[in-house]
Each structure stands twice: as C-alpha cells, then as structure tokens.
C-alpha cells in the first residue's frame, strides 16, 4: 500500500455538507485507472476541516467505492484524545492503514510528538504512514525524530514533504534517512512538483495531491521512474510546469485542485470549506487556460 | 471590556475531561483580584483543544462565576461554519464580547481571513476582539489587512502579539495600526514579557496569559502604566525576568503557566491536553525555584 502512486483525492464540500456522490464518481475513477492506493481524507480531503461523524462517513465511502485498492485514511487531529477515535473509526470503516500527522495549535516539540505516536500505535492493529507536512502541521521533524518513531511496529511508511534540488541531492537526502529507519519502511514524496525528482532519487512512492484528479498523468510519471527510465519521468513532469507553477502562485496545491475539479464538472461550487475559496475571476480563467493546454487525465 | 487588564485563565484538563471546579476557582480569583476582564478559551485556555459543547460548558462557567467583571469567550475554529456556531454558543452563554482568532490548517489569504470576520460580524450582537496571534495560527495580518477588518460594526479591540523594541519604537508600530483603524477601536497588547512595553508605548490594555494566574502582580504593572509611571510599569515587569525566560525556554507561555499552577496545586496533574506536556524533571524543578524568588501573586 505504501509504495507507487498513492492518490489523494479531494472532499468536496459545502456549507451544507459533503457532495457525497461527488466524492464516490472521484473514489471510482482512482480505483479505475489503477492507482496503488488512495489516501483519503489527507490535507487535499480537508479532514481537519470536518467532524468525526463525517469524517467517519467518508472513510467507509472511499473504502466501499475502491474495490481491491487499499485505502489509507488520515486521522490527523489537535488532541491525542480525537485522534484515538479517529483510528477507531477509520479501521471499523475498513481502512488498509492510516496516515497520522502532527497536527498542531501550540508548537509542539519532540517528545509530545513522540508520545502521540506511540500511544496511537499501541492503539492500532492496522499500519500507519507517518505524514511530515511542516507546511500544515507547523512541526519539523528531525532525521533523528523519524528514526525513533519507525522503530514503532506500527510505522511503515513516512511521507516526506518534496525535496528541493537535482536527483542527486534529493538521493543523498533519502539515504541520510533510510539509514535511521527500518528496511520494511518506505519513504513516500510528497509535494507534487518535486515528485518525479524524488522518486529518481529511489523514494518507493508518490503520495500525491493532484495525483487524486488526474491518475493517469500520474501514473505515467510514476511507472517511468519505476522502470528507471528517470529521463522520461522527469520530462512528463517537466510538461506540467504551468502547473507547478499555478501551486506555486495560489499558496499549495489545494485551492488549484479543487478549482480544476469545478471547472471540469467534477464537482460543484463552492468545494471547499470556508473560508477557503476556490479561485475567482482571471486567476480561475489562467487556470481554465491551462488545464486545455496539458490535457490531464 | 477591552482596556487595561484582561486575564486569560487556563481551561485545566486531563483526558478524561475539564477540571470544572478548579477552572471556577481560577476565575473567582481573577474577580477577587479586579482585573478589567476574563478572558475564557483564549490560547492559554487552550480553546481548539476542547469540542463544542465542552467549549460551551466553559464558557457558561465563566460567566456565572466572574460576578460583574466581563467575560470574553474565544470563538476560533478551522472552519467559518463552526466560528459561526461557537459565536451563538458564547453569546447563549452570556459572553460580554468574543475574540476570534483566523485560525488555519491550509494557510489563509487576506481575502478568506476578511471574508470569515465579515461573516461572523453579520451574525454578532455583541463586541468582537480580533485575535492576531501568528505564532498559534500562521497567519500574518498586515496593517492594511487589520484597517479594513476594524471598519467592520462589531470590532472593537485588535489583540496584537508583543512587539520587540524599546518604547519609542513600540509606538511607532502601535500609531502606524492606530492610523488605519477606527478611534473607538482599542489596541491590547499580548506576548507577556512585552507587555509593559507595549503599555508604556501607548496600548489600551494588555491580554495577559500570565495575568490569569498571577492577577495582582499583573495588575501592578498594569495600573502603573495607566499612571503614566512608565519606569516603574518597566521596572516591575523586569523584575520578572526569570519567568520571561522560561517562556521563551519553553516555546510560549502555555507548558510554563500549566506546570506553576501545578506546582501551586490550584489545578491537578496532568492539566493539558494531550500530547502537550506541562514541563518535567530539572525543568519543573527550575520553575519551581523560579516561583519561589519571585512571590508572584
């Protein structure tokens, strides 16, 4: 579960509440282009933004729409309390693992870290991939941090946020921190326009955001570095520039996302919980613009 | 309500739910001690830690036990639909004012983050406090930012965080803001150990973390600055030095207050939510040596 594409699709949601069908017509189309896994309810499925009775709702919506596809569930919360719960829920929903960050309001240092994820693992009897997104959760870990908490026996995977620089200098990276963790854990990238880079720099898989709208693009990207052929994988992603650099432009990926998923039907306005907005006016129509150039799919 | 000292009590408790009887002791002593105002579920109160209805609990507690000083109740949430359903909460509850922070997940732009205050405003009947805390909640308002929101009915305080310099500059930065808002728009001070600073420099009021535990000491200083006795209101918050640096120690002043009203047994360990710690070992010893100097009150 914890290597090739995983794809993270979007919750979209209103003010009323979750587009539920919306939400299962995007679960389908990950399983039907043959994603590894999917990673619901990650940062672009908003999950710090709901309850837990939705949260537990579209846990066991993704889990019933994936078929064979194993789905991990992000049980991410402020309080060590809530999260304990949010396992609970997402393994009755029949979830194949969990993805769990640090989530923080007070910054919170090493050894509460530490304590969160060892108390949620004694917990759990489902895998877990520890999510490192210092652009959310406001927590940077160490080296040092993910070797102590990969010894958990829960921990399997640690999702890395993308890595500046070539091939090279993302593969010393990588290495620095594999040789902290046990073997049986893989190291995930994230952050999408790092992406190809890192997976040429021998990352075993993709967690990706956009990868949640357009599997197709972003399993040719991912198949091609898995076959080692680092030039084209590099080249598919290069093609995407206009891209990365909408992400770049709108503070992360999520409100381009999620304006590209209205724009195509997919889902409907307004997608995102206030007060976040999807984009208006000319930056909606750049993007408009782009999306018919690249011809994702 | 939003002038000279408002006290932010900690909301003490364990996993198993609030300390009710010594949170209304807290806020009887803040009375006792005539502070200006409380400040319930404020950062310190640890607010985005609790649910709906222990938020409510609190802030019903509060009112009922705070006589005729007036309570404040913060209403921050990831998500404008709840900010909207805690707003109702604290005014069923009997808050004499809320303070709202923008809280984030997913980093907010000036336009979302004027779009939540607008829209809470609309649905207020009593006086708002707008909360800008960038350590807590990774958003940075500009002054411009903070001009367009103060024009907003409801507002009628700006919580600014502390403001490094001596107290020429402090007023510079404070009469800059002071330009761009309302007149009956008041300006408080937080961030403690900058406090006497700011009020030296010309704040209305200090939101005083430290100030929900030690009301007297604070008040002190805060009653010489409103004298106009500016080297006494320094002199006395010098004094403190010691405690200062175990704030900054131990990232913020939340851990430092928790474990002192720990150490004076007026709340039971442990007295924060998990995975925060209140501080352990040579670090609790130290405070508790720290305390002992100091006599605060």
Known sequence: ?????????????????????????????????RVDAIGALGSTGSYAYLTRAERARVAKLAVASAGDTPVMVGIGALRTRDVLTLAEDAQLAGASGVLLAPVSYQNLNDDEVF???DTVCRALSVPLCVYDNPGTTHFAFSDELHGRIAQLPQVRSIKIPGVPGDVEAVRARVERLRRLIPSDVTIGISGDPLAATGLAAGCDGWYSAIGGLYPRTMLAITRAAQAGDTEQALALSARLTPLWDSFRQHGGSLRVIATAAELQGLVSHPSLPLPLKTLEGADRQALANVLETLELE
């Open 115 to 117: 304590g969160l994820y």
């Open 1 to 33: 579960m914890f290597t090739g594409l995983s794809a993270f699709p979007l919750t979209p949601m209103s003010e009323r509440g979750i587009q539920e069908a919306a939400f299962t017509h995007l679960i389908e189309s990950l399983t039907a282009a």
